[in-house]
């Protein structure tokens, strides 16, 4: 394996951190990226500002580098839009990683080189053969190691309350989308003005849509209907000034704040079934239930995302059967579980996967899992290539303690927690020292 790189997938915050800590250890990065532009996927919601401040936006050894090339390191208590995210430290930095990133390059798929997924003998030792399609046409690459920070933004989930498309979904797509909303350029403002609006989802994306829409309801009498699958709104607004990430707190109260206003009506308990077209263009949502709801002029969808395993079915991935997220990582995740957003800081040991050097980071690490932190993603990276770096010391190392949430105890997918999981939280400060076992498993090459 010996001068071979290592190859990351996606030039977004994750994927570039891991450029920036394995050029730090002396190896070899190589980032593909299918867009055109560094943080081609964060410009796509340009226009929603994080609830992370500046200081939690920058992984420590991108700083270091991007330090070292004379970039103005920005105010540390901002919190930026995603353009700004984008344009003021993902694309520095991809310039500062130079010809380790290459972009337009979309991964097609990985393997073993000569050995597909059901051959194990000699496995171990062979490198990875990364498939690799551009404008110029196909291409293979050999690799050490691989690091699929390629995230999730392109596979949201549908409208549909079992996870697959509503019937009728796609045939009136026109009038759906899955993305917030960006009012400010006037043609998306016209679309959504003075119509009855569905936001589908609970989660900050979905408040964010809220608090977006609510501003225009005051304009022009947009009316807007939010559509959650669980039984009753519960803790959905978020923990409010117990967060301890304050926008993100602050978020959630403005979206209450619009719904106590009367500029939201909630309906609960609305699974999806289908949806059609009404002979007015209108559109009508049938749920499993029976109940339909008409009169429907837009859709947003905004339920969360899943990760794009498609072009690693050559891997040997250890998934949970849930979540899509590695088995180890999984429980510590799980909505089914807590929907606190809380989670102990993880790396390599819960990152890894019967496939030897083969890992998923940043968002695609959590599978269908909602509330992923930047922060989060940088501690992954650090401890993964340390890992494949031999650091077995530094891999093992938590150097990272996350916010919390400020909201606790009960599942939160799908209908309000029993009396018993309300009073047992499982996000609350730990009574005492918390004690991690991480086990040496398989080497990293």
């Keep these: 394996m010996t001068g071979l790189p290592v190859v990351v997938v996606g030039a977004g915050p994750a994927g570039l951190s891991a450029a920036a800590h394995l050029l730090e250890r002396g190896l070899q990065p190589l980032v593909l990226e299918a867009g055109e532009r560094a943080g081609a996927a964060v410009e796509q919601w340009h226009h929603v500002r994080l609830f992370s401040r500046w200081a939690e936006l920058i992984d420590p050894a991108a700083g270091r580098l991007l330090d070292s090339v004379g970039w103005q390191r920005p105010d540390d208590d901002v919190y930026p839009t995603g353009a700004e995210w984008a344009e003021g430290y993902l694309r520095p930095l991809a310039a500062a990683l130079g010809d380790h990133v290459r972009l337009g390059a979309r991964v097609a798929g990985v393997a073993r080189r000569g050995r597909d997924r059901v051959v194990t003998d000699g496995r171990e030792n062979e490198p ?88 225009l309801a005051e304009e022009t009498g947009t009316r807007i209907v939010w559509l959650l699958r669980r039984g009753a709104t519960g803790n959905v607004f978020g923990g409010g000034a117990a967060d301890q990430l304050p926008e993100r707190g602050a978020l959630g109260l403005r979206a209450k704040e619009a719904a106590d206003a009367g500029h939201v009506q909630t309906v609960t308990g609305f699974r999806t ?104 993603g940088y501690e992954q990276v650090r401890s993964v290539v340390a890992a494949i770096a031999g650091d077995r010391e530094a891999a093992e190392r938590v150097e990272l303690v996350l916010p919390e949430t400020g909201v606790c105890g ?28 991480i086990g040496i498993g398989a080497s990293a090459r």
């Design 273 to 376: 079934a289908s949806v059609s077209r009404a002979d007015n263009g209108t559109l009508v949502l049938e749920s499993f239930e029976g109940h339909s709801l008409d009169e429907v002029d837009e859709v947003v969808v905004l339920t969360g995302f899943r990760p794009d395993l498609s072009w690693l079915s050559e891997i040997r991935l250890e998934l949970d059967s849930v979540l899509q997220a590695p088995t180890k990582l999984a429980p510590l995740i799980d909505p089914n579980v807590h929907s606190c957003g809380t989670v102990y800081p993880h790396g390599e040991a819960e990152l890894r996967h019967p496939e030897p050097g083969f890992y998923l980071v940043g968002m695609k690490s959590y599978g269908r899992a909602p509330t992923f932190l930047s922060l989060t």
């Design 128 to 215: 990875f053969t990364v498939h690799v399609e551009t404008a110029a046409g196909e291409e293979r690459i050999t690799a050490a190691s691989v690091i699929d920070a390629s995230g999730t933004w392109g596979s949201p989930n549908p409208l549909g309350g079992d996870g697959l498309p509503a019937a009728g979904e796609r045939a009136v797509a026109d009038q759906v989308s899955y993305r917030v909303p960006d009012l400010s350029v006037p043609e998306v403002r016209s679309r959504y003005a003075g119509k009855r609006v569905v936001v589908a989802g609970s989660g900050h994306s979905a408040l964010t849509a809220l608090v977006a829409l609510a501003g």
């Design 410 to 437: 009960g599942a939160g997918v799908f209908d309000e927690p029993a009396p018993a999981e309300a009073e047992s939280s499982c996000c609350g400060a730990p009574s005492g020292p918390v004690e991690v076992s």
